[in-house]
C-alpha cells in the first residue's frame, strides 16, 4: 500500500519560495507518477505540477508555469515541488498523489491517481 505524506507548507509573502516535499512509502519512487494539486477555499481542487519516472514527462498548469519547478529524488523516494514568486492566489492546501498504472506518463488528471497524502497549507499573505 502506497502512503504519502506532504510537508514544507507555511506561511510566507508574496514574491516569496517554499519548497514542498512529498514522502512516499510502500512503492518505488521510480514504480510512481507524481502529481500535486491543490484546493483553495471554496474552489476545486486544481493540477498545479506532474511528473512521471521518464525524461521528460514533466508539466505546470499554466497558473504556475516558469513558477513552480517539480523534481524528484529517488534514493530519498521523495518528490519536491519548489515554489517561486508566490502570489496571495497561490494559497490553498495542497496534495501529492501517486498514480502505478502508468508511472511513465504523467498526468494534471485527478481520477489519474490513486494514492493520496492528507496535504500541507501554503498560506501566502503579508
Known amino acids: 500500500q502506497v502512503q504519502i505524506v506532504e510537508s514544507g507548507g507555511g506561511l510566507v509573502q508574496p514574491g516569496g519560495s517554499l519548497t514542498l516535499s512529498c514522502y512516499v512509502s510502500g512503492s518505488t519512487l521510480d514504480e510512481l507518477a507524481i502529481g500535486w494539486f491543490r484546493q483553495a477555499p471554496g474552489k476545486e481542487r486544481e493540477g498545479v505540477s506532474c511528473?512521471?519516472?521518464?525524461?521528460?514527462?514533466?508539466f505546470y498548469s499554466d497558473s504556475v508555469k516558469a513558477r513552480f519547478t517539480i523534481s524528484r529524488d529517488n534514493a530519498k523516494n521523495t518528490v519536491y515541488l519548489q515554489m517561486n514568486s508566490l502570489k496571495p492566489e497561490d494559497t490553498a492546501v495542497y496534495y501529492c498523489?501517486?498514480?502505478?498504472?502508468?508511472?511513465?506518463?504523467?498526468?494534471?488528471?485527478?481520477?489519474?491517481?490513486?494514492?493520496w497524502g492528507p496535504g500541507t497549507q501554503v498560506t501566502v499573505s503579508s
Open positions: 498523489a501517486a498514480d502505478q498504472s502508468y508511472p511513465q506518463i504523467a498526468s494534471l488528471r485527478e481520477d489519474r491517481y490513486d494514492y
Open positions: 511528473s512521471g519516472n521518464g525524461d521528460g514527462y514533466t
